[in-house]
């Protein structure tokens, strides 16, 4: 556990609503240092002009007869905004405002580490939305492991591998590394939501999945997007 951690921390949360003050509350109980980035709110005055920034007419041709909401948008242009105001050069762990680590921060930071120093993937997902102990366990069931490299934490059985197939599993929390950064950067317009992880691996990212999570979403909380409350 003697790997140095060097990924920036970064939180999404909409400025003065009561999630924003509860993940306040929560950084501070946990004394867990980390950024919040101020999301993208649809009653933004200048939200219809960053709309323009997401080709609808691309997501169209993926997903017909689905069009993204307001709300979905808003939330997929905060993830680009937070990845752009990060270090270009530097991996970063991006979370939303209802993640929650489920480990000690020290373990938590040894096992990002880890992920950094094995480099194998450009996004690591480490946790799922909607999901508790019970639920990955289906998941790793209906949604196997192809390969899966040991994290070698003495004590502890960290995996990070490939999955079967990449779904809309959420973006609670992740890890993205410098060159995917400045891959999604270049993207002129986004079409794409922000957990389609899919979409990502068909433009050529290599998408990761840490075993077992080590984030998981605070279901008591309503979702912003309007989503139901499972997964």
């Known amino acids: 556990m003697n790997i140095k951690f060097k990924s920036e921390i970064y939180f999404i949360s909409l400025y003065g609503s009561k999630r924003y003050s509860d993940l306040e509350k929560y950084l501070n109980n946990q004394?867990?240092?980390?950024?919040?980035?101020?999301?993208?709110?649809?009653?933004?005055?200048?939200?219809?002009?960053?709309?323009?920034?997401?080709?609808?007419?691309?997501?169209?041709?993926?997903?017909?007869?689905?069009?993204?909401?307001?709300?979905?948008?808003?939330?997929?242009?905060?993830?680009?905004?937070?990845?752009?105001?990060?270090?270009?050069?530097?991996?970063?762990?991006?979370?939303?405002?209802?993640?929650?680590?489920?480990?000690?921060?020290?373990?938590?930071?040894?096992?990002?580490?880890?992920?950094?120093?094995?480099?194998?993937?450009?996004?690591?997902?480490?946790?799922?939305?909607?999901?508790?102990?019970?639920?990955?366990?289906?998941?790793?069931?209906?949604?196997?492991?192809?390969?899966?490299?040991?994290?070698?934490i003495k004590g502890y059985k960290f995996h990070l591998g490939e999955r079967y197939k990449h779904t809309t599993s959420g973006a609670v929390g992740y890890l993205i590394n410098p060159k995917a950064k400045k891959k999604l950067i270049k993207i002129e317009k986004t079409f794409r939501l922000a957990d389609d992880w899919k979409i990502l691996d068909n433009l050529g990212f290599k998408i990761g999945y840490l075993s077992p999570t080590i984030i998981k979403e605070d279901i008591t909380m309503i979702s912003s997007l309007d989503h139901k409350q499972y997964f």
């Open 31 to 152: 004394s867990f240092k980390a950024k919040i980035i101020r999301a993208i709110s649809i009653k933004n005055k200048s939200f219809k002009e960053l709309k323009k920034g997401f080709c609808f007419e691309m997501h169209k041709e993926i997903y017909p007869g689905i069009i993204p909401t307001d709300r979905e948008v808003a939330c997929t242009l905060s993830h680009i905004h937070a990845i752009k105001k990060s270090d270009i050069n530097n991996s970063l762990v991006l979370m939303e405002d209802d993640a929650r680590i489920t480990k000690n921060i020290s373990l938590f930071k040894a096992i990002l580490a880890r992920i950094e120093k094995l480099d194998k993937y450009d996004i690591v997902l480490l946790g799922f939305s909607k999901s508790d102990y019970k639920t990955e366990k289906y998941i790793n069931l209906i949604n196997p492991f192809l390969k899966k490299y040991d994290l070698a």
